[in-house]
């Protein structure tokens, strides 16, 4: 049984007329009668009742109209999902992204891109790295941004990483802190205010503090978790809370003098290392690779940027 005749036939039940079916599938009447002739062959039994005028449905008929319109909505939905794996709809661009880089590196370029790509929709989805890649690899999205240090992305053959430049890690809290007024600051005097840190927090980063970030130390006082850190940010500019974030995700909080940067003596050099995901099978649309670029302009500014505000400080 081929896919041709099951659409032959499902057409030809459609429209009951073998003329008009031959005209809209674009072949000859004889062609239409010979592809449903195998047809019934095949199924062992009579498809339709055929008269001067028109065409009916047998009992048999029916069931194969049934399955045959599923076979072929299941076989559309299957070239759309091929067609949008590859790429091919120029047009539609699904993007993924970790909440700190859709927040500040994805968000703020959207609408510079959609001026330069006027005809452009665009899909942004935002989850942690895990659940991006599995919408990667079902196609739902064409690439993603995320942190890849540490992650079992690294020594994944399937995919391609454009690395971004990096960013500090830096601890953080309201300007009017207690610790602020310390005139030599020690990590150890963190354990006195509870902390907020990214929930994805490797470990190889986490155990570089000893046990700061432990809930079973002795004078523990309070841990948040956060997959995003605009919710906890209220929390920090009203109250004790320190939090360890990318720098790149408190950076309008700093410049507005709502958030200062903590500065401890002997400080780990910690940086977050966010890259752009794909699948090495998958090509990339022309708008895709040029939204790639603003990516990579983008984090380049902010990092430059940062740099200056430092220096001039």
Known sequence: MELRQIKHFVLLAEVKHFNKAANILNITQPSLSKSIQRLESLIGGKLLNRNAKSVTVTALGLV???????????????????TQFHGFDDRDLKIGASPIPSNSLVGPIVGQFLRDFPDMSIELKVAGWDVL??????????????????????????????????????????????????????????????????????DSIATGFEDLFEVQR??????????????????????DLIALTPEIAVRNQIE????????????????????????????????????????????????LSLAEEKQTA
């Open 64 to 82: 194969m109209l049934k399955h045959g319109q599923k076979i072929l909505r299941e076989f559309e939905r299957l070239e759309q999902e091929v």
């Open 133 to 202: 890649y599995q919408q990667l690899t079902f196609g739902e999205i064409d690439f993603f941004v995320a942190e890849t240090k540490a992650t079992e992305l690294e020594s994944n053959n399937l995919i391609t990483m454009t690395e971004l430049p990096p960013f500090k890690v830096i601890f953080c809290c309201r300007p009017d802190h207690p610790l602020t007024e310390l005139s030599r600051l020690y990590i150890p005097s963190f354990r006195d205010y509870p902390l907020a840190i990214p929930r994805h927090l490797p």
């Open 218 to 239: 002795s004078d523990f006082s309070g841990l948040v978790r956060f997959e995003q850190f605009h919710p906890i940010n209220e929390s920090i500019i009203s109250g």
């Open 256 to 303: 507005k003098g709502e958030m200062v940067e903590l500065v401890p003596y002997i400080m780990p050099s910690i940086y977050a290392s966010f890259s752009v995901v794909s699948l090495k099978e998958k090509s990339q649309t022309p708008a895709a690779k040029a939204f790639i670029e603003f990516l990579i302009t983008r984090a380049t500014a902010v990092k």
